[in-house]
């Protein structure tokens, strides 16, 4: 028997090779890496990332967004008290029509990108509200819905896609 086969008979423990550790090591690394990423990708589809994904896709074939920022406002909300204040940045992104159909009808640009109906639409929605009611957590989005379908009546020409806002202080 050799000298090293006594050793490990014996219970001692025997020396490792760097070679071993770094195998180790190695097949470990891949397999948390592949583990991340099959929970990553779990997680996406439970989420609807895809879905997300695919209303861009469609968009893009129907036409191209476009950002339509507008100044900060600050509106008296209607609380009972009249001292409630709402400071507010508001961006759109709004459908336009394909580059085909634009130069079909020889515009530029959207007629009423920065239009003053579209901002007073915002201002009457949004002074309408209650502060109590936009604090909730429901309350931005329920703003948003309101805000898309004052916008769609007021400027039916104008496909609002979605609503954020940039910045939203209630001061009561």
């Not at 190695?26 to 990708?41: K, Q, R």
């Not at 779990?42 to 469609?58: E, N, P, Q, T």
Request: proline share 4%; glycine share 8%.
């Amino acid at each position: 028997m050799s000298k090293d086969a006594i050793a490990n008979a014996s219970g001692q423990p025997s020396k490792i090779g760097f070679g071993s550790l770094l195998l180790v090591a190695v097949v470990a690394a891949v397999l948390s890496a592949g583990g991340a990423a099959a929970t990553f990708y779990l997680l996406a589809k439970r989420m609807g990332l895809s879905s997300a994904s695919a209303k861009m896709a469609d968009s893009r074939q129907t036409g191209q967004t476009k950002q339509v920022p507008f100044e900060p406002m600050l509106v008296n909300l209607a609380d009972s008290d009249g001292q409630a204040y709402l400071r507010l940045s508001v961006v759109l992104s709004v459908l336009d029509e394909p580059e085909k159909a634009v130069k079909e009808k020889g515009e530029a640009t959207h007629p009423v990108f920065g239009s003053p109906a579209v901002r007073d639409a915002i201002l009457t929605v949004v002074g309408a509200e209650k502060s109590s009611d936009l604090l909730v957590s429901s309350g931005k989005g329920a703003l948003k819905a309101k805000l898309r379908a004052a916008i769609q009546q007021r400027e039916p020409a104008l496909k609002v896609a979605d609503v954020f806002f940039t910045e939203f202080l209630v001061q009561r």
